[in-house]
């Protein structure tokens, strides 16, 4: 007897067929090219019997079939889609054991100022194709030479070095729960992600035993969303390298003091281009159109590149007095079509604006950067430091490195625009400041149209920080400046305010331009 697969089978065999037959006979038909002899045969009434015969024991099996399957398909539901379990939040393990010939790091300041003898630069006989700097202590590039063809050699700390990841036999880092060697699981672009793999941890053990039920199941489809193992991130930047990224002066061979135009007339270019947000281009027909004064868009831009060149000094330079919360934020620009990601850090208390990067990405070593930058504006950091940021968890990996260091800092991260947790409720207003601050540059970077070159955007950014910190008055300073200054009087008209604070600057800071 044929069991039930092999009649199913056979009625998709027969179905099959049919299907075959019917569209090879249709095309046949329509061009007429089916034989006379071959037509008979199909047209005979015993042909027509057995397929008559055949279509009603198919209508009767239906027949019987139908209220079968008809209350299993009301039982039927529509599969919806599970509910997604958030991401994992950012968790910060405590530092691993370090093992064997693990020395303590200097910077190159720290060893020459230490030394007996005097270290003198390499005198090279051969070409070096190295130009950056010690990746052990930052010693510049003239006490770097060639050890051998994959190892550069210091000359100041002594250590050899390699831009290509190793992972030296002789520095070991180590699991504090279980002392078990920990593996490379991750690189990512700034740091490598050490794991201890150890199933007996009591690290690994203990939250694996805290799961509730459902989340236990729920690791069993899905584990990247519960941390169970200790973690470790291994940066491959140190702080003596924070202070030559991405940081280069505005240098211009503009002389400001041989101008064919007067200081009243620079002084007008920066109140259009900075102060209303103006471009070049609008700002020279501006000035030609009321002012009665002849200027190329190109001469805005150089008297704006030779005005930065002065006032980024006091910007980097001053003395502020900074409260202990600050909040960072970034937003983005447009950067010859590309985007770019301009890296804000304010005291949004006082309306002073800490730290101004631009980056092409968002990565870890941008956000350390930042936060470095600021951290310098302080002679002493607050026993309590507060720092407010986004979900962001390029500032969690930020925090790691800098304890790693011994800079401690509490994060506090403001996600969402709903209170939907404490942090938010208490912390949001900060952060709503740091947005407007955004928006406020916005404004000023929708008017210059995007910028054709990096150095441009440097140099825009760093006249409306001096702007921002030093001349504009501040609706919630009660109209104050962010930061008084004895010599700028109420009655100034704006273009001598910024000739006063190129003065200032010039006086305060001769001959001094800020180096990285």
Not at 47 to 65: F, G, P, V, W, Y
Request: proline residues 3%; charged residues 25%.
């Amino acid at each position: 007897m044929q069991s039930l697969p092999h009649f199913i089978q056979s009625l998709k065999s027969l179905e099959l067929n049919i299907y075959i037959i019917s569209t090879n006979l249709e095309p046949l038909m329509l061009n007429h090219s089916l034989p006379l002899d071959l037509e008979e045969r199909l047209l005979t009434p015993e042909i027509r019997e057995r397929i008559d015969l055949m279509t009603s024991q198919l209508e009767a099996l239906n027949q019987l079939l139908t209220p079968l399957i008809k209350p299993l398909k009301q039982k039927t539901t529509i599969k919806r889609k599970e509910p997604m379990t958030g991401y994992a939040s950012f968790k910060i393990d405590e530092p691993p054991i370090i093992k064997q010939g693990f020395y303590k790091q200097l910077s190159f300041e720290d060893i020459l100022r230490n030394t007996e003898k005097e270290i003198k630069p390499v005198r090279r006989q051969k070409p070096f194709s190295y130009e950056g700097e010690c990746l052990n202590c930052g010693a510049p590039n003239d006490y770097i030479y060639a050890h051998t063809k994959t190892q550069n050699m210091c000359k100041v700390c002594k250590q050899t070095f390699t831009l290509k990841k190793t992972y030296h036999e002789e520095i070991t880092h180590h699991c504090p729960h279980c002392e078990n060697k920990l593996e490379l699981q991750h690189i990512r672009k700034d740091y490598d992600v050490m794991t201890c793999h150890n199933y007996r941890c009591s690290f690994y053990l203990e939250n694996k035993r805290a799961l509730k039920d459902g989340e236990f199941n729920h690791l069993m489809i899905n584990d990247t969303q519960y941390k169970l193992r200790y973690h470790f991130r291994l940066f491959n930047f140190t702080m003596a390298s924070l202070k030559d990224n991405h940081r280069l002066s505005i240098q211009s061979k503009i002389n400001l003091d041989k101008i064919h135009h007067s200081k009243y007339t620079l002084g007008l270019c920066l109140t259009y281009y900075i102060n209303y947000g103006l471009s070049s281009r609008k700002t020279a027909q501006i000035l030609k159109e009321v002012h009665g004064l002849e200027l190329t868009h190109q001469t805005v831009v150089n008297y704006a590149e030779a005005a930065a060149s002065i006032t980024e000094s006091l910007n980097v330079l001053y003395p502020y007095k900074l409260s202990d919360t600050i909040t960072f934020d970034e937003t983005y620009i447009k950067v010859m079509g590309k985007s770019n990601y301009v890296f804000f850090g304010s005291d949004t208390t006082q309306k002073i604006i800490t730290s101004y990067r631009i980056f092409d990405q968002r990565t870890t070593l941008n956000a350390v950067t930042t936060l470095h930058e600021t951290f310098s504006k302080y002679k002493v950091l607050p026993e309590q430091l507060n720092i407010v940021t986004d979900g962001n968890p390029i500032y969690n990996a930020a925090q790691v490195f800098f304890k790693l260091n011994d800079i401690h800092f509490d994060l506090y991260q403001v996600i969402g625009v709903k209170n939907s947790d404490d942090t938010s409720r208490t912390w949001r207003s900060f952060k709503q400041a740091e947005e407007r601050l955004n928006r406020t540059y916005k404004f000023n970077y929708h008017g210059t149209n995007g910028y054709g070159s990096l150095r441009n955007a440097n140099i825009y950014i760093s006249l409306f920080v001096t702007f921002y910190n030093f001349l504009r008055r501040h609706s919630s300073l009660k109209y104050r400046r962010p930061i008084e200054l004895d010599f700028l009087s109420s009655d100034d008209l704006m273009p001598n305010q910024w000739l006063k604070i190129m003065d200032y600057t010039t006086l305060l800071f001769d001959g001094v331009h800020y180096q990285a």
